[in-house]
């Protein structure tokens, strides 16, 4: 048996409020849309199945709801910035190699957006 992805499926009470986060500001494509929920996708990404369990969210942070990496951090901080996004965790390097922050979505959830060090 081999699985084959993980999908985070993530409440909200207006699913519709979903797109000005995830599309607009994420980049993330609308695949399927039946009302009572979205699922967004990227379409030119290759990943490997993943899912963590924490106790906290590392250097001391609460545990995010998600992950999300991107390929520019720096500027998708700019731009939480300009949107008016509420940051939880300001952009940071991180001893164990990431470059992240943590931005509250539309339904309340802390998401960790992140870029690996090179």
């Keep these: 048996m081999t699985v084959r992805r993980i999908v985070a499926n993530m409440f909200a009470d207006d699913p519709q409020q979903a797109q000005s986060f995830y599309q ?4 993330l494509e609308l695949a ?7 699922t967004f996708v990227s379409g030119d990404a290759t990943m490997t199945p993943q899912m963590s369990v924490a106790s906290q969210g590392g250097s001391d942070t609460p545990v995010p709801a998600i992950s999300i990496e ?3 951090v720096d500027q998708l901080y700019q ?7 509420e940051i939880v965790y300001p ?7 990431v470059r992240r922050f943590f931005v509250r979505d539309p339904f309340g959830n802390i998401v960790n957006i992140l ?3 090179q």
């Excluded at 399927?32 to 979205?38: A, E, F, L, T, V």
């Design 70 to 72: 991107v390929d520019d």
């Design 24 to 27: 607009d500001f994420l980049g």
């Design 32 to 38: 399927m849309d039946h009302g009572w929920i979205k």
């Design 79 to 85: 731009r939480a910035g300009r949107v008016d996004l």
């Design 115 to 117: 870029s690996h060090s």
């Design 91 to 97: 952009i940071t390097d991180e001893p164990w190699g």
